[in-house]
């Protein structure tokens, strides 16, 4: 049966950079297409919505039932939204999106440590955790 799911992201991902949504998705084996404006159902095409963007497979460049609105709030923020058909992609929404915001924090993390100076020398990721393990030089 399918799973069609219309659910705001987390708080951890308001105002997404779109260079580090683009990493965190790429880290998940995704790519957002923008060229792509239509999200569907997984067996049917009558149940449709439209989207800024649609997920697409890194490995067979092919578009997934995926697809995330950027709505701008009241105070000129953007919240990203997802809409979209889960099933048979192996995961459900909240799993789906619990594992972007963890990526998405993972790339915002290593971004404020270069800034900073440091060298990211090991990363390593658990089901409910990413390590990022750096250095700085001291003069």
Not at 15 to 32: D, E, H, T, V
Not at 50 to 73: A, S, W
Not at 111 to 124: D, K
Request: aromatic residues 12%; hydrophobic residues 35%; negative net charge.
């Amino acid at each position: 049966m399918s799973n069609w799911l219309r659910a705001k992201v987390s708080t951890e991902i308001k105002n997404p950079k779109p260079s580090l949504f683009k990493k965190a998705l790429k880290n998940m084996g995704f790519y957002p297409d923008y060229s792509d404006k239509t999200v569907h159902g997984s067996f049917s095409f009558e149940a449709t919505e439209q989207v800024d963007c649609v997920l697409h497979t890194i490995d067979g460049n092919k578009p997934t039932t995926i697809g995330f609105i950027f709505e701008e709030t009241p105070d000129n923020k953007t919240q990203l939204k997802i809409s979209g058909d889960f099933y048979g992609l192996g995961y459900d929404g909240p799993e789906f999106l619990k594992k972007l915001a963890m990526q998405y924090n993972f790339e915002v993390t290593k971004e404020a440590m270069e800034s900073q100076g440091f060298t990211i020398e090991e990363t390593t990721a658990e089901e409910n955790q990413i390590v990022v393990v750096g250095y700085r030089q001291v003069a």
